[in-house]
């Protein structure tokens, strides 16, 4: 169980701090739920500019997992500069997407990073031929820059736009 206060990564939805633990009754579900007697988290996501929260049981642990550390996140960026990435060469959309799916379904900051380093590869190979990303590209690469660089901002207590930048030098360097 995750303490109050402790930052947690919920799938798709990214960061939250961990605001309240309690019952579906305390969060206000009507007491005839069978729902209202789980034990939830209550998320905040961190980052957004929308006041949002979430519910989520407290056995529901197959998509919540514990933020990394600031130690962490530098070793992620460190290691941007040497990890090799091979670019997924079928350009078939439904296959491209397929393989992005795959890698977001981990939810881990290393397959972001990995999606960010590929993109990033077709973007120069892309420029140099006078081309443009593809539309599935664009968008896994912002849902993965979104993802990590917010987690990576949280553990390393800067903003989000910060890391962005961070990520691309280190990217940079390595191309």
Do not use: W
């Not at 550390?69 to 460190?78: I, Q």
Request: one cysteine or more; charged letters at 30%; hydrophobic letters at 35%.
């Amino acid at each position: 169980m995750f303490e109050v206060g402790k930052n947690v990564v919920f799938g798709s939805h990214g960061i939250c701090r961990v605001e309240d633990i309690g019952t579906g009754i305390e969060f206000g579900m009507p007491k005839n739920m069978e729902r209202s007697k789980l034990v939830y988290y209550k998320l905040s996501p961190l980052f957004v500019t929308a006041y949002s929260v979430i519910y989520t049981p407290v056995e529901n642990t197959e998509h919540l997992r514990e933020a990394i550390c600031g130690e962490e996140a530098e070793r992620y960026l460190k290691g941007l500069t040497s990890a090799e990435v091979q670019v997924f060469a079928d350009n078939s959309q439904g296959r491209l997407k397929e393989h992005y799916k795959e890698l977001t379904a981990m939810e881990e900051p290393k397959a972001y990073l990995r999606i960010i380093k590929e993109v990033s590869k077709k973007r120069r190979d892309a420029m140099i031929r006078h081309k443009r990303l593809g539309q599935v590209d664009e968008v896994y690469l912002k849902k993965a820059e979104e993802l990590v660089c917010r987690e990576f901002a949280a553990a390393l207590n800067t903003t989000p736009e910060l890391v962005k930048n961070r990520i691309y030098e280190e990217i940079k360097n390595s191309l």
